[in-house]
């Protein structure tokens, strides 16, 4: 099983070549080498006996005939971000295929799907693949992505054919964990409980602008000592939550001069648990405190929702049968939340979804220094067949 796990690491390195910027992985929805990914990914699906297809919404499809009434689906995205690693995504799909490869015409039907598009990148809104065999695209099919499906050689008018379809029983989602928790546990796989939700809001803070020589401390009206003020807390309540991650990453401020006060700030926040009501609480309290320190400041505070997305619980009785499949291989089993969104979320309210970890060496991720271990991909291709023979 190594040789199949080095041949899975090999075949993600090798497509991560393709790409739209020499020298570094960029693969977006539908670019040209998304073509080269099709080609490489579909000679293999057909080498294992996978019947073809690309779908209208440019998802690769590979189908296995096996026996029994009902479908095993396993997917997961083909897309990257600027400059990525090797294996957010496409190691999930590739490892679908290895799987195929390993059972040599056993077992039930499989569909491997490798989606054109999770990370939002091209068009600023995520999981255009997976939205669209579950049916929920018509809220992003603006005319620039229809036209970026005919430019492919792709019909929209093909899209209701990409749904699922309806003798699909179960969905597994291999993927990196991109974080240090197993990494930290000294471990090679965990089982995915839920996908945490996530709130995302703008803040801006108005102060007045003046000069940094001649206002005196006492009457300074700062927006950006506001906002750190602000950002201090943030961390010490989401320090308090177990399982919270609260975080304030871009940060925009006006005039922006060394030798001016600032005047206004504008700070993202971005809060996430796999618990919808702490999330919204703690969102609430954060927003609060918010208002409470610009008052005192003699400030304006106002803020903008940006997302507010629920958390997903994947299924309960295929999570049970992942972690006896963890367990039979010789493996501790490890359930966790994961704090970022995949595939397997926009999945799961359709069709009963589990998600599969793998360590990140360093919890490195969107990034080239990306990697996997091959041991953790024996381990996981191991967890795979058994958890196949028995979903």
């Known amino acids: 099983m190594i040789e199949l796990a080095n041949k899975v690491i090999q075949y993600c390195r090798d497509l991560a070549l393709c790409t739209e910027e020499p020298g570094r992985t960029t693969r977006t929805f539908l670019s040209p080498p998304m073509r080269e990914v099709h080609a490489k990914l579909g000679d293999w699906m057909r080498s294992v006996g996978m019947a073809v297809s690309v779908d209208a919404a440019g998802n690769l499809r590979g189908v296995k005939p096996g026996s029994g009434p009902g479908r095993l689906l396993i997917a997961s995205h083909l897309d990257t971000v600027p400059n990525a690693g090797a294996f957010d995504g496409i190691l999930g799909v590739v490892m679908g295929v290895a799987l195929v490869e390993a059972l040599n015409g056993a077992g039930p039907t499989i569909e491997v799907i490798g989606f054109s598009e999770e990370e939002g990148v091209r068009f600023g809104f995520p ?64 089982v995915v409980d839920a996908i945490a939700g996530q709130s995302r809001l703008i803040l801006t803070f108005r102060g ?22 602000w950002i201090g807390i943030v961390e010490k309540i989401a320090g308090e939550e177990p399982g919270l991650v609260a975080t304030v990453g871009s940060i925009t401020l006006e005039p922006n001069a060394t030798n001016v006060i600032p005047g206004v700030v504008r700070a993202s926040l971005d809060v996430r648990h796999a618990s919808d009501s702490i999330r919204e609480e703690t969102a609430a309290e954060i927003l609060q405190v918010a208002a409470r320190l610009s008052e005192l400041r003699g400030i304006s505070f106002e803020y903008q929702w940006k997302l507010n997305q629920p958390a997903v619980l994947l299924d309960p009785g295929l999570r049970d049968t992942l972690a006896s499949a963890v367990e039979a291989t010789g493996n501790p089993v490890h359930r966790m ?55």
């Open 337 to 391: 939340t994961s704090g970022a969104g995949h595939d397997a979320m926009v999945l799961a309210p359709h069709v009963p979804t589990v998600m599969l970890f793998l360590r990140s060496p360093g919890g490195i991720s969107h990034h080239p220094e990306e990697a996997v271990i091959a041991s953790d991909v024996e381990a996981a291709l191991r967890v795979g067949l058994e958890f196949i023979h028995n979903v």
């Open 208 to 229: 007045k602008a003046n000069h940094a020589g001649t206002t005196p401390m006492r009457l300074r009206r700062d927006a950006l000592a506001c906002a750190a003020e």
């Open 127 to 190: 999981f255009i693949g997976s939205r669209a065999v579950v049916g929920t695209l018509d809220s992003v099919l603006t005319p620039a992505v229809l036209e970026s499906i005919g430019a492919f050689g792709l019909d929209p008018a093909g899209l209701p054919d990409a749904r699922l379809s309806p003798h699909t029983t179960a969905c597994i989602e291999f993927h990196i964990e991109q974080g240090p928790v197993l990494e930290d546990l000294g471990l090679p796989v965990g």
